[in-house]
């Protein structure tokens, strides 16, 4: 099974892993920026960015694009 994983650099990491480094890294505000979605804007927690991330690909997708870039 890890044989089918190793070109995947998110194998292991959640989006909640993932997130919780980005708001770290970046805060609220440059990651609202950086990524123009509402969760992020208005209000922004972890729970709410997560409820609304598993529900939606194309947000995930940008925000996994992210954390790849970023390079912690």
Known sequence: MTSDQKNNPLHGLTLEKILVDLETHYGWEKLGKLISIRCFNSDPS??????????TPWARTKVEELYLRTRF
Request: hydrophobic share 40%; net charge positive; glycine share 0%.
């Open 46 to 55: 972890i729970k709410s960015s997560l409820k609304f991330l598993r529900k």
